[in-house]
């Protein structure tokens, strides 16, 4: 089947205790794309990636960092957590030139007290 | 930076009734969509618009792609309790990145 999978789905930290959120898709997809949801806001794109070791910042990178070592993997690390990251996540990916049709992971829901 | 406008925030309508959602930017959009996000779950596509003008339909959901390319709309004709969730209206501009709108959060009432 094809998906897009994160984990965890569900995550609790404090302040400054660097974490790593996890995205993998099978569809053999360049574009990789990490999004934030909060209320009132919208989807807001933190960092996306067109292809294998090729990342640029989103709207609201501050905080964040990814990696594209592999075509299937996209993670998203927080270095050091603050309350305002409190969110939920979701992950992206489609075919280059196709950011239009993306698939979206079911979305990994973050607190940071 | 592109922007997407949806209103209002929420909505409220009867089992059965048609309801519509408008999506407008200040720019000129190449391509508009319609997603719907489930409680709990990750934004799935409805609709693709590729042209001005043009009019799409996907079961009880027909969009359309304003002919300014400013604007689109989404209809949901005779809805069911599994039409609650969230409609995001999303659009790509000259850079080829994707915008969302604020999404509108559709109460269905029995």
């Known amino acids: 089947e094809a998906q897009v999978t994160q984990n965890p789905r569900y995550l609790i930290t404090v302040t400054g205790k660097k974490l790593t959120v996890t995205c993998s898709q099978n569809?053999?997809?360049?574009?990789m794309s990490w999004y934030r949801q909060d209320p009132g806001l919208g989807l807001r794109q933190i960092y996306y990636?067109?292809?294998?070791?090729?990342?640029d910042k989103g709207d609201v990178p501050e905080g964040y960092k990814v990696s594209r070592k592999e075509k299937r993997n996209f993670p998203l690390i927080l270095e050091s957590p603050s309350p305002n990251q409190t969110s939920l996540y979701f992950c992206?990916?489609?075919?280059?030139?196709?950011?239009?049709?993306?698939?979206f992971g079911p979305g990994t829901r973050l607190t940071v007290l | 930076g592109q922007q997407l406008n949806q209103s209002p925030q929420s909505m409220f309508i009867q089992e059965g009734e048609d309801v519509s959602m408008n999506c407008t930017s200040s720019?000129?959009?190449?391509?508009w969509l319609w997603y719907k996000q489930d409680p709990g779950e990750g934004p799935v596509l409805l609709i693709a618009?590729?042209?001005?003008?043009e009019l799409t339909s996907n079961g009880r959901l027909t969009a359309q792609f304003g002919i300014t390319r400013k604007d689109s709309f989404l209809n949901i004709s005779a809805s069911i309790p599994s039409d609650v969730g969230i409609y995001f209206c999303?659009?790509?501009?000259?850079?080829?990145?994707?915008?969302f709108g604020k999404g509108i959060t559709l109460s269905v009432r029995p």
């Open positions: 992206a990916s489609s075919l280059w030139g196709r950011t239009d049709t993306q698939y």
């Open positions: 569809m053999n997809h360049e574009y």
């Open positions: 990636s067109m292809n294998v070791e090729v990342t």
């Open positions: 720019s000129i959009f190449n391509t």
């Open positions: 618009l590729y042209k001005a003008g």
């Open positions: 999303a659009g790509t501009g000259a850079n080829s990145k994707l915008t």
